[in-house]
């Protein structure tokens, strides 16, 4: 989906409640696009990990304007669904496509210049 009202349209076609009632929770999962603003920016959040922290950051349930107590890995899981081709990968499937490049894996000790650092 292309912005975040959808996905909040969709949960409330799911549980019930309006749109606003989810719209915090998909603006969670696409605040990355402020850095990222093409797909990749899904590699931040859009797996299981980063629903899991999203659970942490909003709590086990939300209540909707229904009244109903809606748990937020459900709400979650629906988003990264709909943006990941009805799967919820993990940060693996996200990172192992990372490919490598120097700098990655150059280590300097704080307090130190390393020597391409002064050329």
Known sequence: MTHTYYHAKSSAKLFGGKAED????H?????TKESFCDFRHRALRHHAEGIFECERVFGVTI???AGKDV??????????MEDCGGRV???????????????????????????????
């Open 22 to 25: 989810y719209l915090a929770i």
């Open 27 to 31: 603006e969670w999962f696409d605040a």
């Open 63 to 65: 209540p909707n304007s």
């Open 71 to 80: 748990p937020v890995r459900y709400i979650s899981e629906q988003h990264v």
């Open 89 to 119: 990968p993990n940060l693996a499937d996200w990172l192992e496509r990372i490919t490598p490049v120097p700098w990655m894996a150059h280590a300097t000790k704080v307090g130190h210049r390393s020597r391409r650092a002064e050329q």
